[in-house]
T-cell receptor, first 113, second 114 residues
């Protein structure tokens, strides 16, 4: 089966600019996660969707980050405006149901200058 | 809230040495446990998983992990590492009543010298 697709792979923007990331999960996977992975650290959960509803967004900086998963399939994560500390790899993962494994995309490496 | 701790941030071993990476989690309920690996330039891949049953689970490439409920631990082991095991290893936990939230530890960077 096809894996989790993410785009773009790399993005360089200036601080205060906006950026959007896209994720296409594995077909039929109800749960979708967005993680932020800063260099040298483990992935930090930003937001979790179950179909098109938000399950947890407690660690999402809502003043600048937003995410949506329309129709319960693809998802976009947006940062507006970006800060230097947002430089990280943004990972998307999907899971079919509870008690199964999560599959990860290649990630988008964001550099804010 | 659930959390995961990985004790070793960097590990350097010679080929054929034995490996043990520590992982502890803080959650009192029923958990699913995972080890993921990230090879240089690649995405996170599942190494092994524990949902229930035999607490000693075997994964790909000769890795295994033991779930010790009383110690809240899920340590990763391999009897003899190879240069190709050079990667970053992440422990993750998914708790039964935490809405399927998947929480990761900080990772351990393993370097195997040929």
């Amino acid at each position: 089966e096809a894996g989790v697709a993410q785009s773009p792979r790399y993005k360089i923007i200036e601080k205060r600019q906006s950026v959007a990331f896209w994720c296409n999960p594995i077909s039929g996977h109800a749960t979708l996660y967005w993680y932020q992975q800063i260099l040298g650290q483990g992935p930090k959960l930003l937001i979790q969707f179950q179909n098109n509803g938000v399950v947890d967004d407690s660690q999402l900086p809502k003043d600048r980050f937003s995410a949506e998963r329309l129709k319960g399939v693809d998802s976009t994560l947006k940062i507006q405006p970006a800060k230097l500390e947002d430089s990280a790899v943004y990972l998307c993962a999907s899971m079919r149901t509870a008690n199964t494994e999560a599959f990860f995309g290649q990630g988008t490496r964001l550099t804010v200058v | 809230a659930q959390s995961v701790s990985q004790h070793n941030h960097h590990v350097i071993l010679s080929e054929a040495a034995s490996l043990e990476l520590g992982c502890n989690y803080s959650y009192g309920g029923t958990v699913n446990l995972f080890w993921y690996v990230q090879y240089p330039g690649q995405h996170l891949q599942l190494l092994l998983k524990y949902f229930s049953g035999d607490p000693l689970v075997k994964g790909i490439k000769g890795f295994e992990a033991e779930f010790i409920k009383s110690k809240f631990s899920f340590n990763l082991r391999k009897p003899s590492v190879q240069w190709s095991d050079t990667a970053e290893y992440f422990c993750a936990v998914n708790a039964d009543n935490a809405g399927n939230m998947l929480t990761f530890g900080g990772g351990t960077r393993l370097m195997v010298k040929p």
